[in-house]
């Protein structure tokens, strides 16, 4: 298995064309007014967000929504072309939360694309061929 050191902003221009949507689903909680992140996951997918919406309407009617008045888990569906937005508000502290709990601060600055990592080549990564995913 091959691996490439990379920073993710590099390894996402080399797969121009593949992802769609950024999946982002969000833990945070209250503290006095301010809402703070306490764990976010970010996915990247091949499927149009709508796909990914109807995925967190799944996930919503098949397990009890768990919020109270200082927690929150929050689903989101972002296009990949709005990759820089998300971005440049992370790199401002923030993660653009929804309306009803406003921005969640991240505690500091964060340099999305400039993240390192290991990038390796799977063989169950997806293919797009002909406007489908498939496996090689």
């Known amino acids: 298995m091959s691996s490439n ?3 993710l902003g590099n390894f996402l221009k080399r797969q121009e064309g593949v992802y769609k949507s950024i999946d982002v689903r969000i833990a945070a909680v209250k503290s006095g007014a301010v809402w703070q992140n306490a764990l976010t996951v970010l996915r990247f997918s091949y499927e149009e ?4 919406q109807n995925r967190h309407a799944a996930i919503k009617s098949k397990w009890p929504e768990l919020e ?4 929150q888990i929050q689903m989101q569906a972002w296009a ?9 508000r992370w790199s401002e502290g923030e993660i653009i ?7 969640i601060q991240l505690g500091r600055n964060v340099d999305l694309l400039g993240f390192k990592g290991v990038f390796r080549n799977y063989a169950y ?3 797009i061929r002909n ?5 090689p």
């Open 5 to 7: 050191n990379m920073l």
């Open 125 to 127: 990564t997806r293919a």
């Open 97 to 103: 939360g929804t309306s009803e709990v406003g921005n």
């Open 68 to 71: 109270t008045s200082n927690f």
């Open 49 to 52: 967000p709508a796909a990914i």
């Open 80 to 88: 990949f072309e709005l990759l820089q937005i998300l971005c440049q």
């Open 131 to 135: 406007g489908r995913a498939s496996l």
